[in-house]
Nanobody
């Protein structure tokens, strides 16, 4: 059974930092492009960052220079380090795993990140 379990969300003040983690099971982790997406109230779900099987990364313009995605194939996990957080980063953050070269993907249940003074 495929499971993507996110952790690390919470409440933080503007300028603060959070680290999100996603633990994967039931998939060939090293063969999956891993990503983080987010959905804010009233908005569509959007890409935050992805990391490929070769560890190439891609970021939304809104988070470039502030967020860093990384993966540990041995631990079957992907991490999103979020620095200099802004109120507009408030959203539910979802972990995504997409089998390389396909459209087959899995989603986690999400973790809430709230940035508020």
């Amino acid at each position: 059974q495929v499971q993507l379990v996110e952790s690390g969300g919470g409440l933080v003040q503007p300028g603060g930092s959070l680290t999100l983690s996603c633990a994967a099971s039931g998939i060939m982790f090293s063969a999956h492009v891993m990503g983080w997406y987010r959905k804010a109230p009233g908005k569509e779900r959007e890409l935050v960052a992805t990391i490929g099987t070769g560890s190439g990364t891609n970021y939304a313009d809104s988070v470039k220079g502030r967020f860093t995605i990384s993966r540990d194939n041995a631990k079957r996990s992907v991490t999103l380090q979020m620095n200099s957080l802004k109120p507009e980063d408030t959203a539910v953050y979802y972990c995504n795993a997409r089998l390389r070269g396909t459209n087959a993907e899995e989603w986690g249940r999400g973790t809430q990140v709230t940035v508020i003074s």
